[in-house]
């Protein structure tokens, strides 16, 4: 399809996450216009879920309107288990819903197509095309948070996989290891996301510490139990690494979500290891993410421009700043709204 945009053209972008939900107007470089930050209301149901989401579209929508902004296309990512060519959310454990028609739905309430995406892929997308990745056609997302997920592009396109591609948190990394959710034991997440990581220190410290970045604090103090857990954690990974570079081949690992904001605190340790356990693979760089929780939001700004045929990361003024916290639309004046 031609690139038929006009400057006063935008598109809906919103990113739907377990606590929050972050929206945004995204001009035709993926600079945003406005800015849009609310609660996921996931303990009233997945219906009220539903609702909210529409509402923020509508209400992003007419804020397009009162700016003078014609709005090309809408596109919302949500985690779990998507199909995103049936527009289906399949499974999320943490909303509640199975094989909903949510694209469909919300282009219903808002009055145009929807494009419906995951959160980690769209995410993935971002930092391949705008983001740490850029330029790079073989790359892996990995977000390290209250779970792990991997975005998989090869050759610039992000593998779906029936909409279960990338799910490395639950790779069995110690078979003899605690129990995971998904039924397993000894997965990636139960060992090496910041909820097993502050888990673990808790129960070999007997100390309390409320979430991994504390773990992080004391591992610089060279508290002992802080670096063993951390120690435990680095080497999970880099085993999943290993595992991604001997399958996938990828030119870079990008590394997000809250634990990678230890930057080389966790790089540098991990890209040691990995370096241990690869003999014969092409070693990848392992960098940390540059854009932050915005890639969620940028990658459905990147979903929504290409349903109608425009490409934001070969524009001009696409090119992001330097900088891990940098990226489309960084030091530009911007309107915030919010609402509890």
């Not at 392992?286 to 890639?295: E, I, K, N, P």
């Not at 696409?318 to 900088?323: C, F, L, R, S, Y």
Request: glycine letters at 14%; hydrophobic letters at 50%.
């Amino acid at each position: 399809m031609a690139d038929a945009t006009a400057p006063a053209d935008c598109v809906i972008a919103l990113d739907v996450g377990g606590t929050a939900m972050k929206g945004a107007l995204l001009d035709r470089t993926l600079s945003p216009l406005t800015l849009l930050h609310l609660p996921t209301p996931r303990h009233a149901g997945p219906g009220a879920v539903v609702a909210a989401i529409a509402a923020a579209l509508v209400r992003l929508a007419e804020r397009a309107e009162g700016l003078g902004h014609s709005v090309r296309h809408a596109a919302v990512v949500v985690p779990g288990v998507v199909d995103e060519s049936a527009g289906l959310a399949v499974h999320a454990a943490n909303i509640g819903w199975r094989d909903l028609p949510l694209a469909e739905r919300l282009g219903e309430a808002l009055g145009r197509p929807v494009v419906l995406g995951h959160d980690v892929r769209a995410g993935g997308l971002a930092e391949s095309r705008v983001g740490a990745a850029r330029g790079i056609s073989d790359v892996v997302f990995v977000p390290v948070g209250t779970g792990i997920a991997a975005a998989l592009v090869s050759g610039g396109r992000v593998l779906r996989g029936l909409g279960h591609a990338g799910e490395l948190g639950h790779v069995v990394v110690d078979p003899d290891g605690r129990a995971c959710a998904c039924g397993s034991r000894g997965c990636l997440e139960t060992v090496a996301s910041a909820t097993a990581v502050a888990a673990a220190y808790t129960a070999r410290s007997g100390r309390r510490v409320t979430g991994a970045a504390e773990v992080a604090a004391l591992v610089t103090r060279r508290d002992p139990d802080a670096v063993a857990v951390w120690d435990t954690a680095t080497d999970a990974l880099a085993a999943a690494f290993a595992l991604l570079s001997t399958v996938l081949a990828p030119e870079r690992i990008v590394v997000g979500g809250g634990l990678a904001e230890a930057g080389e605190l966790l790089l540098s340790p991990l890209r040691a290891r990995l370096e241990r356990r690869l003999t014969f693979q092409a070693r990848p760089s392992v960098v940390r993410a540059g854009l932050g929780d915005r890639a969620g939001c940028l990658g459905a700004g990147l979903l929504a421009w290409q349903a109608v045929g425009h490409d934001p990361a070969a524009g001009p003024g696409a090119e992001p700043a330097a900088g891990p916290a940098a990226g489309p639309g960084a030091g530009r004046e911007r309107q915030e709204v919010t609402r509890p």
